[in-house]
């Protein structure tokens, strides 16, 4: 019953876009079809412009933000709150961590358990990424390997710099 109804799903779509596909082609071929080339083509470029090409965003105030200095530290204060549940700097305050660090990421350890969890979570058999370790690898070595993992982690925060 299953494969059957989606069948009948899959054909109705078809006939619909079909149709819709028809009345574009009877909207290009009349005398006002310019117009729809164009309206089409503007839509199909708003649909593809990337994040580079963002000239103004909001700001928190709800003002517009146009110098690119402003706009990268609404981004940069965005996605800290959306990550981190509150600012970089109270979570750091909260913690008892001490200011003067290089950069805010310093102001926390990953600890063996964060990484224990995320290793649990993350799925095996996908691709390996460019260090070219399979995750069932991470996964299947022990407490030795969790310890290394998290150490690495910590180093890359403590230097804000990936080893070779």
Known sequence: MY?????????????????????????LEAEE???????????????IRDLE???????EDCKVLVL????????QGYFSLLFNGGSVDS?????GVQEGYPHDRACSCVSKEEVKDV???????????????????WKCLGERGLGWLTELFNVIFR??????
């Not at 494969?3 to 909207?27: E, H, P, S």
């Not at 290793?119 to 690898?137: D, F, T, Y």
């Not at 230097?159 to 070779?164: D, H, I, R, V």
């Open 3 to 27: 494969k059957a109804a989606k069948r009948l799903a899959d054909k109705g779509v078809t006939i619909a876009k079909g149709n819709a596909f028809d009345r574009l082609y009877r909207k």
């Open 33 to 47: 079809g310019g117009k729809e080339v164009f309206k089409l083509a503007r839509a199909r470029e708003k649909k």
């Open 53 to 59: 090409s963002v000239r103004c965003v909001k700001g």
């Open 68 to 75: 690119d200095t402003t706009i990268r530290e609404r981004w």
């Open 91 to 95: 979570l750091c305050l909260a913690r």
């Open 119 to 137: 290793l649990r979570r993350v799925k095996s058999g996908k691709a390996v990424g460019l260090n070219l370790i399979p995750i069932e690898i």
């Open 159 to 164: 230097t804000l710099k990936m080893p070779n």
